[in-house]
């Protein structure tokens, strides 16, 4: 179990390299720098480093607040020492929310809709039993 | 298992009693631990109570009442009976008075002493052992904590007595006197509570001389060396000194002296008077209230001569600095107190923290150039408000007296010891402050202050003068003023400088904060086992500060994500946890244990008592 354990960090390790090549590679093109080999291990391992802490505090944050799932305020609160961070994630935050509305808002259009419908036709049947 | 339970603890301090007595008794060990095992046979036997916690302390001081104050190689001596009882009776009775006495308790401490008697053992209880000195540190040491400040005050009631009864005793022959008590008290500026002395002395002295119309004399006694106006300045101290002492609020602050470079004083007084003459609105808290006490009741504040005003102002400024000392321990009371000056005159405000931060770096540096200025400029602020608040006299012409009061006052200064002068200054920027908010706040800061009563006098006369303040000034004057000033002041000082354009909230975490942080980086540089240099000192104060902003805004922050208003000790706990200090095998009562002393301790951690009740209740 313990070697399954470590190859499954072995790979997403590497995963996480592999991705932040790609981004490295995005960068160096962008600003016309080369990145070193050695910069991009070092940026994965801090990376991989920090998922570990991350996970910890957003679950410790979850259980600060009573509750068994981490939430987007546990994500804000994470991200709240780098102010950029914060506004980008508010933002998709919100954006997020306004989606939930407008599918809130569909939704609950279709179910009126169905309503109405039925009540029409409960009344049509009615109009026409009596009839 | 209740029974169970005891005997394991029991055991526990038998065998860490028996352990601790075989280190330091040697041959001895039999012979000790027979004593021990039968106290602690007794303590078993008698239902061990719950409410003495085996700590090291009170282990440690089970260990000596019960064990032989003999060490192993000193030969009896026949007089150990009493003397050993009579050393039991004050560490029984420290038990008593330090622990919760319980019946068996008394029995417990009794059968010790029963049983030392009997016991044939002696010591030379004159001479010094570690076992005798440790006694004499446990029954005499205050209880200091290790995590707050030092209070400053419990150095004051001891070197007060003694004054105070040399005083006393002085009084018959006082030009013999004189000599003998002026060395001492010029040893003084250093040290807090000759300077505490110092002060009351001063303030006293200020009040009569208030009552008298007249105080040609100098406040510091170190001025005094000479004997100049000797008898008379005497006759005042002597009665003075009981009637201050019998005030404990007035011994506040420590003295902070400044030299005094008159050149650059006088040529910043006129700088910055130009720059005061239009104040804004002034919103300060009533601090001061001892100088506008006293030139409240000077109705004539122009007819007199400026040479009897200025000594009157002089003496004015070293009062409130009681109040402004004191903030060295109460970072509360600053708060509102400067949270008041926030808004306005800009100067002041610079003068103001300028002259607290430089109040704690007063140990580190001596700053003679740029405390003049800052206090020159507040002096004035502090100064006109009451005067307008008096005779709403034009403030062209009081800032004009205030000048020539405080190059007279600069004058006379010149050559004291330092911390009088930004004392002096810091007391009347707090006055100045004070009048400022009374509008604003509530006279908060005068609460504080040794007269309370001055306050309600200030409220009605400082509307007036803001109202006049506000007309005739659109704008104050705080680029030139802010602009003079950074230049003047050490670089430390100027870094605090630029963010004072000002948020009202950000003033109070400047500087209620310094006090403590000295105290902590002068931890550091006691734990650095190394001469620090004062830049470094600096920068840890910095870095502290820094630290402990950041600390707050966290716990603050999980307060709220646990939509709490307050923070709770959860919240410390989630932040250690972050830090690393608390995890699933440290929890956070083992940190309690290994690093705060016993008292908080007990606050915190809930522990059964006899009754079935729990402290703290949970």
Redesign the interface.
Known sequence: KEEDVLILLQRLKAAVHYTVGCLCEEVSSDKDMQFSKQTIAAISEVTFGQCENFAKDLEMFARHAKRSTVNTEDVKLLARRSHSLLKYITEKNEDIAQLNLERKAKKKKKLEDENRNSVELAEAGVEESEN | MGLCGCFTRVDLIRSIAIVGLNVAAGRRRLWIAKPLGKWAAEAMADNFSPDSEPTTRTLLRRVLDTADPRTPRRARSTRSGAQRDLLETPSTRRQRSQTKMTARRRSHTAASVDRLARIQASGHLEEQTPRTLLKNIILTAPESSIVKPEAVVKLVPSPQVVQHTRRESSRGSLELQLPELEPPTTLAPGLLAPGRRKQRLRLSEFQQGMDWGHLSQEPRENADASSLTSSLNLTFAMPLQPQSVKRPGLARRPPTRRVVDVGTFLQDLRDTSLAVAPPGESHRTPVGTVPTDTVLEDTQPFSQPLAGHSPSVHHSLPCPSPSGAKEVEGPASRRTWSSGPGLQNNHSGPGKPAQLLARKVEEVEALAVGFPNISSISGEDGVEPLQNGVGEEAEESMEESMSVREVEKAAEEQGSARAEEPEGHTEVAEAAGSLGSIEAKEPEGSSEDEDPSASPKLAPSTPEFLRTRRLQSPEPAPPPSTAVLPSELPKRLSARIPPRPRIPGSRPRQDPYKAGLNHYAKLFSFYAKMPMEKKAVEMVEKCLDKYFQHLCDDLE??AA???RKTVSP??LE?LL??QGLVSDQVSLHVLVERHLPLEYRQLLIPCAFSGNSVFPTQ
């Open positions: 922050v999980f994500h646990a939509g959860e919240d989630l946890r972050r």
